[in-house]
Structure formats: structure tokens, C-alpha cells
T-cell receptor, first 114, second 116 residues
């Protein structure tokens, strides 16, 4: 089946630093999403980005579908950015209405120190 | 809009007991999903419902059943709980599924289940 690999597994930053998280996937996908799971366990949608580049404040993401990877950039990190960042890809369904299954990576655990 | 809601937030069961986790969405989405998250791992799909009236197995369906009650509600049932089902359960919804285009999924707050 499709493999989704995230790197690095853990990251410790000083407040104000920048970082890049990577997601590699092994097959063609319909959809790629980035999530932030905060320390209370809530999953927050960051980006829906099957291809191209998007920006939202201090966060931006780029997906190069032809090369099967996506990058999440966090600039000027804050302590509230701490948590686990997940990349998830949606398999391309073989028939209509059979897609929608998100496959998650193992996550990158980010800790931002004041 | 509340988005995706789940009840209960926490539950403790004894081995062999049964329970139903409830999920509802108010975004008029066609597709709904149940995932589980074990410690230190990403989420894994248990069951999904591409549209009202249909359900299908995901990656880890054993020990679970689902019901798509109507377009808004999708429940997950544990008939005889086992310690291996201790996990955090997330419900999600999306506009619909397709085979060439994907749709963004939105997640509920989760249900933390412990089976002793």
C-alpha cells in the first residue's frame, strides 16, 4: 500500500526560529492535507494542498505532486506552534465514490521553547 | 456551525461491554469517516460512508460496526470491547469522495476510550 513518511520525527526550536517539515508519499494521490494536533489532542486543518503552494500567516505549504512530496514551512515559531504535525494523503479511488481514505504519516513532534 | 461533533468525550469500559460512539456534522457533507489514533501514531481509518446509505471497511475494521443513520449522523459501535480497542476515536466528514479529485476532511474533537 501507499507509504507516507514524515521527517524529522522530532524537532525542538527556540521561539522565533524557522523550520521545514517534509512529507514523502509513494503513490499518486487525490488530496494532501496538513494538520496540527495541539497538546489537547484536537486536530486542526492547516492546509488542503494536493498541488502548488499556499500561505496562511506564518505557515506555508508546497506540494510537488509529480515528485511525491510536500513541505510545511513554519516561520517565526511561537510556543503555541508546539504539538504534532501530520501529513495525510487521500488515495485515488479506482471507481467513483470509493475514494476519501486518508492515510496518515507518523507525524513530526514540534516543541517550541520560549 | 458546530462542524463535526462527537459524544462522549471520554469513556471507560470493562472488557466485554458494548457501547456506541456518536458523530454528527452540520456541514451538509456527503461522506463521513471513523478513525482511531493509538499513542505515538497517526490516525488509521476504521470505516467510512461515502454517501448516505453506504458504508465500507477501512484499514482496521475488526471489532467494530457502523451505522449511517442519516446524512448528518454516523455512529461507531463496539459490540464486545477489548483492551486493544483503547484509543482515541475521531470522526470526520467531507463534501464527497471522488476518484479523480479529493475533498478536504474536517475532524471532530475525538473520544478518548479506555477498555480495562
Amino acid at each position: 500500500g501507499i507509504q507516507v513518511e514524515q521527517s524529522p520525527p522530532d524537532l525542538i526550536l527556540q521561539e522565533g526560529a524557522n523550520s521545514t517539515l517534509r512529507c514523502n508519499f509513494s503513490d499518486s494521490v487525490n488530496n494532501l492535507q496538513w494538520f496540527h494536533q495541539n497538546p489537547w489532542g484536537q486536530l486542526i486543518n492547516l492546509f488542503y494542498i494536493p498541488s502548488g503552494t499556499k500561505q496562511n500567516g506564518r505557515l506555508s505549504a508546497t506540494t510537488v505532486a509529480t515528485e511525491r512530496y510536500s513541505l510545511l514551512y513554519i516561520s517565526s515559531s511561537q510556543t503555541t506552534d508546539s504539538g504534532v504535525y501530520f501529513c495525510a494523503v487521500e488515495l485515488r479511488g479506482l471507481i467513483y465514490n470509493q475514494g476519501g481514505k486518508l492515510i496518515f504519516g507518523q507525524g513530526t513532534e514540534l516543541s517550541v521553547k520560549p | 456551525n458546530a462542524g463535526v461533533t462527537q459524544t462522549p468525550k471520554f469513556q471507560v469500559l470493562k472488557t466485554g461491554q458494548s457501547m456506541t460512539l456518536q458523530c454528527a456534522q452540520d456541514m451538509n457533507h456527503n461522506s463521513m469517516y471513523w478513525y482511531r489514533q493509538d499513542p505515538g501514531m497517526g490516525l488509521r481509518l476504521i470505516y467510512y460512508s461515502a454517501s448516505e446509505g453506504t458504508t465500507d471497511k477501512g484499514e482496521v475494521p475488526n471489532g467494530y460496526n457502523v451505522s449511517r443513520l442519516n446524512k448528518r449522523e454516523f455512529s461507531l459501535r463496539l459490540e464486545s470491547a477489548a483492551p486493544s480497542q483503547t484509543s482515541v476515536y475521531f470522526c470526520a466528514s467531507s463534501d464527497r469522495t471522488g476518484w479523480r479529485y479529493g475533498y478536504e476532511q474536517y475532524f471532530g474533537p475525538g473520544t478518548r476510550l479506555t477498555v480495562t
